[in-house]
């Protein structure tokens, strides 16, 4: 091999002006080895940057995965004779209604900001055009981006009304697009879970929907079969007319709700040709007797 080698550098020597000492056998291994570890050096170098890049794209797609697959924990918020104000992850504000529930992932991280309401609740949703905000009530599905409105779908009542205050809303039964129904301001959607129908009403006063939210209960012009229904969810307890004369006899009032339920039935009944009584858990409102 170290003949060859010296052959050919004679060659290489004799076929150009350079002399021979530059060339030497000696000199050239030299020059051959200060050369192999700088190229073994950057080898090394090359291998531990691609393994650190492997790492990194490794743990962003570990990452990415527990995000996506992972299930965020769900928390649930629950009132019983008081209202109660919930602040969300998205700085969304709801005011829940006596008696009510509001389930909500603890951290919005998916596409749609989806909650689950029992009850009533009042929502100022913090606009997001990127993430939609959704509230599913039993059959309901209400999607907005950043509005106010309310929302009572007690599990007893045969509807689930949806009011706008602010905004735009759209509204539909979960799994059917096509009767979709999208609210103006002072304008309601309710949904009749008997028929299975969701239609749309104008309101001559949305923020008289609220009034729950201040304390308050105001009737105007009232059916006493719709005021036995929201003192029914306010209270908790079932209120039941079977006259429909009663039922469809009309009142004007104002209460709040600090006062107890006797003390408003008590009021209602003053002066009316109507009186109640408590039977079985159940307050059964009747006809005075002459």
Known sequence: MEQEFEKLLNTLVASTRSPKG?????????????RLPHLHIQTLVWRITA????????????WWMYNT?????????????ETRTVLLPDQTKVILNHFSSLTYPKEFKSQDRKVKLQGEAYFEVTK???????????AVMVQVLGTHFNVEAYPKDIQIKTTLLEGSVAINLIGKTNNRII???????????????????????????????????LFEN????????????????????????IQNYRMTATF??????DEVLSLLCRNQKFKYKKTNNTIIITQKLN
């Open 22 to 34: 530059q060339y030497s056998k000696a000199n050239s291994w030299l020059l051959l080895e200060k």
């Open 51 to 62: 393994t650190a890049a492997l790492i990194a794209t490794i743990c962003a797609l570990s």
């Open 69 to 81: 697959f992972v299930p965020i924990p769900l928390q649930t918020i629950s009132t019983l004779a």
């Open 128 to 138: 997001d055009a990127s993430h939609p905000f959704k509230v599913e009530a039993e």
């Open 183 to 217: 609210l103006v301001p002072n304008e309601s959607a309710i949904y009749n879970k008997i028929e299975k129908k969701l239609t749309r009403c104008t309101e001559k006063n949305a923020s008289e929907k609220i009034d729950w939210c201040n304390g308050m209960l």
């Open 222 to 245: 009232t059916p006493m079969q719709e005021i036995a229904r929201r003192l029914s969810n306010i209270y908790h307890t079932r209120i039941q007319i079977t006259d429909t004369h």
């Open 256 to 261: 709040s709700t600090d006062e107890s339920l």
